[in-house]
């Protein structure tokens, strides 16, 4: 199983940006799938998080409203739509696969390399 995340970038505070995470391997559906981002000298804390039938999906509240986590079965693509970017967003954002959408890293199985987000004042 490997994710290959993509779609960061550098943005001013108020546009957006789209990530991606395309899954190779084993059926996608077989997999709940999260977004946590890391920023420097902090922990990796949760983001948003879809079922996966893509039916029950999760947010952080530091950007509820804002992101909007969706998956493309077809297409085996998971995708974090984040509108009204903040700086208090940058970090290196991972997409993961596991068994539950959870809000809680240990629990997923397998990870993307991370990409760079970084929203400018």
């Known amino acids: 199983v490997q994710l290959q995340a993509s779609g960061g970038g550098l943005v001013q505070a108020g546009g957006s940006l789209r990530l991606s995470c395309r899954r190779s391997?084993?059926?996608?559906?077989?997999?709940?799938m999260g977004w946590f981002r890391q920023a420097p000298g902090k922990e990796r804390e949760f983001v948003a998080a879809?079922?996966?039938?893509?039916?029950?999906?999760y947010y952080a509240d530091s950007i509820k409203g804002r992101f909007t986590i969706s998956r493309d079965i077809a297409k085996n693509t998971v995708n974090l739509l984040m509108n009204s970017l903040k700086p208090e967003d940058t970090a290196v954002y991972y997409c993961?696969?596991?068994?539950?959408?959870?809000?809680?890293?240990?629990?997923?199985?397998?990870w993307g390399q991370g990409t760079q987000v970084t929203v400018s004042s």
């Open positions: 993961a696969a596991g068994s539950a959408p959870t809000r809680v890293t240990s629990t997923y199985d397998y």
């Open positions: 391997g084993r059926t996608f559906s077989t997999y709940a």
């Open positions: 879809i079922s996966r039938n893509g039916v029950i999906t």
